[in-house]
């Protein structure tokens, strides 16, 4: 039986808009923030479902696709197209105005501690160029409120789609301590080894709390 989850049937805070209005737009995933683009679905299908297919082969591949193939997307159609693709060209056009941020750790946590109070654990990664430049950053995984799943191959593979040469991971501690668990040292390694099978350096991992942060390169650690 196929069955079909409408955003109005979702709980309030899980509403794309409802949650970006709440808690602002770092607490949206891909999907979410593409379902707003989209605005609705079509007959059997909604907008959550349809910015789901679309993201299938990473958001990177969704930024290049020709508005023609995007419209012959079921859900999508000319208008919901252009949309999309105008908003990854708007996308393109603020990076390429933004001045050059290089990657400075009490810089950098200082950031996240104004912007990651959350009750759950988000995780994320800002991606650098060869000379420490923050090219990107986005939220990657958000999880309940002790912990959040994390997959290296899809940190691996935001790096890679992007080009970037250093990735800096980073995540908040919903307790306030951002003493790192035995998990994030063990995560850390894993993750450091296989972005090295690539040819990436894993820069830094930060762990943000209430007030404080813990740097895992300030620390020695990588």
Known sequence: ????????????????????????????????????????????????????????????????????????????????????????????????????????????AEQLIKTHQFHQEHVGAALLDSHDVILKQQTIFVGTINNALVSPREIVRFAVLSNAAGVVLYHNHPSGNPAPSAYDSSFTRKLRDALELMDIELVDHMIVGTSKYYSMKEDKRL
């Open 1 to 108: 039986m196929i069955t079909t989850t409408l955003i109005a049937d979702m709980p309030s805070d899980e509403r794309p808009r409802e949650r970006l209005l709440a808690h602002g737009t770092r607490t949206l995933s891909d999907v979410a923030v593409l379902a707003l683009l989209i605005g609705t679905g079509t007959r059997g299908r909604s907008a959550m479902q349809v910015a789901r297919e679309l993201l299938d082969d990473g958001i990177c591949r969704l930024g290049r696709r020709d508005v023609t193939e995007l419209a012959r997307v079921p859900g999508v159609g000319t208008a919901k197209a252009t949309r999309i693709a105008a908003a990854f060209e708007l996308s393109r056009r603020t990076e390429r105005g933004s001045p050059a941020v290089k990657y400075v750790p009490k810089v950098f």
